[in-house]
């Protein structure tokens, strides 16, 4: 989501950033033309000023009589310069008066004019009035100075009020897709298989659409899952009629044969089919035990068990079906700790786990750690020497039907079964490789509170 924010951000900021520029720069030239003809019109004015002083002064004597009064200096802003001539004759100039920082201005044509006097550059205004000259100048430099100065005055409000507009700017996307963020989240807290609709929200009329076919693709996958459940749950007891009956007809032919030599041939294929009978059976239960948690059946909120109970009927159902007695090691001891779990589903969750482990490693011990942990919650650890998965099939080895390339691994719907009691009774299986080889499935429940 913050990416479609930054993207907005950057859309309309950007326009507004490239329209603003487009603006400001246009008023500024406009500001330095008017500043420079402002500063034109000084230049003018005060030698117009000027003129009119000199013109007041009482007049210089005649040719022949009093010497006329010596060139006077006056102290000048810097920058900024003005000299007073008197016509004497066709020609001559006889100077009165100057700023100090004045460079010479005797030669200038009237009018305005730019010229590079005394190595820096000038603007220059000159006024003849009568036998009256006066000339203003004003450095190139000042000026620029004073325009750098006008410009960076009214730029920086101009970009604390643009940074401020893209702050508000993205604290109102921000608002305007917090519809569409809170739907995110929604979503995102849900259970892979929760089909329940979305609760009614109040969102913009341009994102009602995108609601409306969320909620109608939500309600497409509750009918798949529906149908996905209800075929699993239907297949695995129509499968249980004809597979009892094909043990029955097992039955019947050892009963028939007993006190019959056999053929070696005959006899291998007896025992094979004994065993595919007896792990289609498992399936069935095991899928049928699947479509119960599915639809929640049995489970009964507040239903405690008695964690050493359980592990104790886990190993000996796991033992017995394998016929491998003593191949599980117990760590640890929960006596008197009692989990949030049915017993029927913790017990079947650790004999899950115990099955898959010691298939995986049929010649090696098969350890089953069990400690309280400091965080209210018990940890069953089933520890096996198996050719082990890598992270990546750890991932995957709770898909009911996930199957793993190495011989002997078996499926994904043992760890899937175990995943599902896991999650309905709010714990956890994490699946992880163990140095050295071999798999490390660690079921973590809840303690319960005590009465």
Sequence with gaps: MNSLRLRLLVIIGGSLLVLWSLVAAWMLADLRSELRTALDDRLAASARMVAGLVAQLPPSPVPGGTPAPALTDVIGRDGLACEVSLLRGEVRMQPLARTASSPGLDDLPAGYSTR?????????????????????????????TLLRDVALTAGVPFAV?????????????????AP???????????????????????????LAPLVGTISHLLERVRAAITRERRFTDDAAHELRTPLTAIKTHLQVLRLASAGRPLAAGAKEALGHADDGVARMHRTLEQLLLLARLESDEGLE?????????????????????????????????????AVVAPCGLLASALRNLLDNAMRSAPATPVTLRAERRGDHR??????????????????????????????????????????????????????????????????TLGVAAAK
């Design 180 to 206: 569409l963020e809170r739907m995110r989240k929604l979503l995102e807290r849900r259970r892979a298989d929760d089909d329940a609709p979305l609760p009614a929200m109040l969102v913009p009329k341009e």
């Design 116 to 144: 590079i006097l005394g190595g820096k550059a000038w603007r220059t205004y000159v006024l003849q009035d009568g036998p009256i000259r006066v000339a203003t100048a004003d450095r190139i430099d000042v000026r620029e």
């Design 161 to 177: 009020a643009l940074a401020g507009s893209l702050a508000m700017l993205w604290f109102g996307i921000g608002g305007g897709l």
């Design 378 to 443: 018990v940890s069953f650890a089933v520890l096996d020497r198996g050719p082990g998965l890598t992270e990546a099939e750890c991932a995957q080895a709770v898909q009911r039907f996930w199957r793993c390339g190495k011989a002997g691994s078996g499926s994904g719907l043992g760890l899937s079964i175990v995943s599902s009691i896991a999650e309905r009774c709010g714990g956890e299986l994490t699946l992880r490789p163990r140095m050295g080889g071999g798999l490390s499935a660690e079921l």
């Design 301 to 337: 909120p507040g239903t405690n068990c008695r964690a050493a109970d359980a592990v104790r009927e886990a190993i000996q159902d796991a033992e017995a079906a394998l016929g491998r007695p003593g191949q599980v090691l117990v760590e640890g001891s929960l006596d008197g700790v």
